[in-house]
């Protein structure tokens, strides 16, 4: 990938910038701390990738900005792309992404920003963990490597390798096993079933075909008996039918009766209403006269509700008019006693400016005091700027001499203790190599333990299978047991028939059933109980196995504490050789610091400067009491300025306030004149006078109005008569009426009645003529029930039977299926346990590695010795042995590790000893051999390299061999781009991007 050009609006420091990658190979980008160079390179992983180092999405969008835009376009396999990433604040990504032809720019964006990034991947080849692992060696991070444990360092390794894909697939091939496995158990179970049922197909056959010659027999009777029944049905249907037709006579002579008495009841109550109607008809001239005096006092109430109508309206206007009136006084009078109380402050102003004026003559004196004292206070802040400095100065010789006292002093305190460390493990030599040796025996002993432990755990597994196959075996046992139970105590009924041909059995074939049924009982059952003599031998010995397992455990829990513990003796032991020569020059240098310490000779240069400040303050003479009682006196009459201050503002006040004296008193005039007007005068209490006026002349008294309404409410009950007898009117020609349909109804009730009477004793006497076939009926019907039944059950049979022998034929299919199927789990099983293996650590991982370190590690060397002149030279180890020390008698298995061992022309030593500017050579270099490494597995050139603050930990000497080597691998890419934050190294690049820091947020300079 080939940067072409980059344009950026409001991403994270950026406003607005474009920088134009044309023509630059070797290029520098520079700028203070802060200013934006690294997330010009952001800016390019997320408008690819849509990773950036921000935590949230919204987060790469410039303070105060809605919208983020990156605009990247650049060339890969001689193609050129383009690629724009948007996004609004809280909203979501806009992802384009173009390809350059001859007419332009032509899109290439998915449906959505997954199916777009998909195609950005397909075509650069080059995904983001790739990317920043290989072409970009980003800031803070180029250590991280180096910094791993060596087990850590070969799973980072196996990742960027991409290897995880191989745990996915073992693990997926150790389930595929598990589940082949599973299924080939259950299988072989299954056919064991099988091959037990399949048994019973000749019994089954032979069954069917007695049973279908009994069915014809019943059948053949049943058919007979049911034409004897039918025959017997139509003689008790006819018999019904007149049954039922005497019901219905009898049921309509019943309705017939009770109409008749229904009706009677209606013809008294029409009677009792027409007596209440002559009451009230004869009534007529009362009801209409009281009717008459009611309307009349309805009128006159409705004439005093409109009276009262237009009094409420005038008395509510009155009091709203007389409400106003008094808000109007009310405003004017708060008017008043505002200006009343400001002339009275006012005149209190005026008394207490009087006061203050008094004391002008004691001010005056007061200021030629405080005039001496400043000037006294201004000499000793003079002679204060001149020693300060110089007791700052004292000060910090003082501290650098107590520095060096108090570094000589904790420097012979450490060679002491680290004197008494080193006499203790010299003296525990002996001791060490006693320990080293105690714990490799016991290391030894556990080994073995480890191994009689697996061999323990393979034999609990085995009696857990067994366990499960007797358990299968147990469970057909209990069912077969149970099948032969309910056949003898089918065979204990007097009528027993066959179990299995469900034919009657004589009394000597009953006997020969029954010894065969209770002697495979008996056979069943001892092979039951043997089974579960086997399974409670199995527990027992699983029980056993788990005891002995958790011993075993326990002693091999302290294992990798015991092999921690060796490693850690065999290191201090082989220190102790070291330690005599460390003693004689510790016990040199204790001496020297010691003597120096009794003479006081360190620090001289800082002591006789000490000496001379000392002389030079003594001749200034400045003393710092006399300077805090100065400041003091001047802060005792500094009053007498703020006396003076308030004087003058005192002369100013007073004239203010005598000219706003005479508007205020005539301001009180006017508001009491207003108030008299508006009580008196005003527009309001003329409109008050007149409608206390109307309302005098309305005449409307409550009191009458009251009693005519007591009055109307008595008589509403002359209003209900009314109603009362003109409904009356109506309904007494209706009642007249009605009352002669019903007796009318009654008469032809009876007639009907008669009638029905006589039909009820012509059925009766045919019933009676006529014998009842029910007993016969129902005898004959519970006989065909019982065939029925019989018949049932021997068909149900003859079906039992014949789904049986379907089943049978089935399950024939199926076991041969089933053994097809068995030998195809088995190879499958075979087939993923060894694709698991191959899978593993141990497998393609542990090869691809081993393939792919000698490559890493040729060219790291060649980039090595470029930077450090042939000096520096790595080494990857990929395995070591288990044992340590000098008394291991025997070397156990090798440990998968990925150890970095570095030489130089003192030895090999490790990667913490080297100097910054060393260890930043070696991560260098790994790290770009590993970027040409990922670039070329991911099937893509490495066209770019990206070197993000590199130079920071680098001498003068350091940063010129690595500008050199940059130089010389420049050939090797596209483009490379540095980024420095050091001044004096961007004239070393001829072609540079200054970042600079605005207001207007990170600017661009292309220099070339």
């Keep these: 990938m080939i940067p072409v050009q980059l344009t950026l609006k409001n991403f994270l420091s950026y406003r607005d910038a474009t920088l134009d990658f044309g023509g630059l190979h070797t290029a520098c980008i520079c700028g203070s701390n802060g200013a934006g160079k690294s997330s010009l390179l952001e800016a390019i992983t997320w408008a690819i990738w849509g990773e950036s180092r921000a935590a949230a999405e919204d987060d790469v969008i410039h303070s105060g900005a809605k919208e983020v835009r990156v605009d990247f376009t650049f060339q890969t396999n001689h193609q050129k792309y383009r690629v724009i990433r948007t996004r609004m604040r809280g909203g979501t990504s806009v992802l384009e992404f173009q390809i350059e032809t001859p007419s332009g ?138 049954e039922q037709q005497l019901s219905f006579v009898k049921q309509q002579y019943q309705n017939l009766t009770q109409d008749s008495d229904r009706l009677g009841q209606e013809t008294a109550a029409v009677r009792s209403q027409l007596a209440d109607l002559d009451q009230i008809l004869n009534q007529e001239i009362d009801i209409k006269q009281g009717y008459s005096h009611y309307q009349f006092l309805v009128s006159q109430e409705e004439e005093f509700s409109a009276k009262f109508e237009q009094h409420s309206r005038a008395t509510t206007l009155k009091q709203q008019k007389q409400q106003q009136l008094v808000k109007q006084i009310q405003d004017i009078e708060r008017q008043l006693q505002q200006a009343e109380a400001q002339l009275s402050a006012l005149e209190q102003q005026e008394r207490e400016i009087q006061q203050t004026l008094t004391k002008s003559g004691e001010v005056d004196a007061a200021l030629s005091q405080l005039n001496a004292a400043r000037q006294h206070l201004q000499h000793l802040d003079q002679l204060q700027m001149q020693v300060n400095p110089l007791l700052q100065q004292k000060i910090n010789l003082q501290s650098h001499i107590d520095r060096a006292h108090a570094s000589l002093v904790a420097r012979i305190e450490q060679l002491q203790s680290t004197e008494g460390q080193l006499q203790g493990q010299h003296r525990r030599q002996p001791q060490l190599q006693q320990a080293v040796m105690e714990v490799a025996v016991q290391i030894e002993e556990l080994e073995k333990k480890r191994v009689y432990l697996q061999r323990v755990q393979e034999k609990g597994q085995e009696r857990r299978h067994f366990i499960e196959r007797l358990q299968a075996h147990q469970r057909d046992y209990e069912r077969i047991l149970g099948e032969l139970e309910q056949k003898l105590q089918m065979l204990q009924n007097p009528n027993a028939i066959c ?69 850690q003796l065999a290191a201090q032991l082989q220190a102790t050789s070291e330690i005599q020569q460390q003693l004689q020059q510790i016990a040199v240098e204790r001496e020297h610091l010691e003597r120096s310490l009794q003479a006081g000779d360190y620090a001289p240069e800082k002591q006789a400067e000490l000496k001379q400040l000392d002389q030079y303050l003594h001749q200034l003479n400045y003393n710092e009491q006399d300077h805090a009682l100065a400041r003091s006196e001047v802060e005792r009459w500094r009053w007498a300025e703020i006396k003076q201050g308030q004087i003058k503002d005192a002369i100013k006040r007073q004239t203010q306030l005598a000219a706003k004296k005479p508007e205020l008193q005539g301001n009180i005039a006017q508001f009491q004149l207003q108030i008299q007007q508006l009580q008196i005068n005003s527009q309001l209490a003329r409109e008050i006078a007149d409608l206390e006026q109307q309302i005098a002349e309305m005449g409307y008294s409550s009191e009458q109005h009251n009693q005519l309404r007591q009055a109307v409410r008595q008589g509403q009950s002359w209003q209900m008569r009314y109603q009362q007898l003109l409904s ?265 991007i200054e970042v600079t820091k605005t207001q207007q947020g990170s600017q661009l300079h292309l220099l070339i």
């Design 728 to 992: 009356a009117q109506q309904q007494y020609p209706q009642l007249q009426i009605k009352l002669q349909e019903l007796q009318e109804g009654i008469t032809a009730r009876l007639a009907d009645a008669q009638k029905f009477a006589q039909q009820i004793e012509q059925i009766v006497e045919q019933l009676e003529a006529t014998a009842n076939p029910a007993a016969q009926i129902q005898a004959l019907e519970q006989k065909l029930a019982i065939r029925r039944r019989q018949l049932d059950e021997k068909i149900g049979q003859l079906g039992r039977l014949q789904q049986l022998a379907h089943q049978l034929e089935t399950l024939q299919g199926q076991y041969e299926q089933q053994q097809q199927e068995l030998q195809t789990c088995k190879r499958q099983q075979r087939v993923y346990q060894e694709l698991a293996q191959a899978f593993g650590k141990n497998g393609i991982q542990a090869l691809m590695i081993e393939n792919v370190l000698p490559q890493l590690e040729a060219e790291t060397n060649q980039l090595l010795s470029r930077l450090s002149a042939n000096q520096l030279h790595v080494q990857f180890v990929t395995q070591k042995s288990g044992k340590s020390g000098r008394n291991s008698k025997k070397n156990t298995k090798l440990i998968d590790t990925l150890d970095i061992l570095i030489a130089d022309a003192k030895g090999t030593r490790a990667y913490e000893t080297y100097s910054g500017g060393e260890a930043f050579r070696i991560n260098f270099a790994i790290r770009l051999a590993l970027a040409r490494l990922l670039a070329q597995r991911a099937g893509s050139a490495l066209q770019l390299l990206i070197v993000d603050e590199g130079f920071g930990t680098q001498d003068a000497e350091g940063c010129d061999r690595l500008i050199a080597a940059i130089n010389a691998i420049a050939s090797d890419f596209a483009c490379i781009l540095t980024v420095t934050h050091m001044p004096h190294l961007k004239e070393a690049f001829q072609a540079r």
């Design 105 to 242: 720019f032509r899109p290439l964006t998915g449906k959505g920003v997954r199916a777009t990034q998909d195609v950005i991947l397909q075509h650069i080849k080059l995904d983001y963990d790739t990317f920043i692992n290989s072409a970009y060696l980003r800031q803070g991070r180029a250590d991280e490597f180096m910094l791993k444990r060596p087990t850590e360092r070969k799973e980072i390794l196996a990742e960027l390798l991409k290897l995880t894909l191989y745990d996915e697939l073992e693990e997926k091939a150790k389930d595929a096993s598990k589940q082949f496995k599973f299924r080939v158990e259950e299988l072989e179970r299954s056919l064991e079933n099988i091959q037990v049922q399949l048994q019973q197909r000749q019994t089954t056959e032979a069954q069917r075909a007695e049973l279908e010659g009994e069915l014809n027999q019943l059948q053949q009777v049943q058919a007979l008996d049911n034409i004897q029944l039918q025959s017997l049905q139509v003689v008790q249907h006819q018999r019904q039918n007149w």
């Design 499 to 567: 179990p299995l041909c469900e034919r009657p059995l004589d009394e000597h074939h009953w006997n020969r059933v029954v010894e065969k049924t209770q002697s495979e009982y008996q056979d069943t059952q001892g092979q039951f109980w043997v089974v579960r003599e086997q399974m409670a031998v199995s527990d027992r010995e699983i029980q056993v196995l788990r005891q002995e397992y958790r011993e075993i455990s326990q002693l091999l829990s302290g294992y990798d504490s015991l092999r921690e513990h060796r490693g």
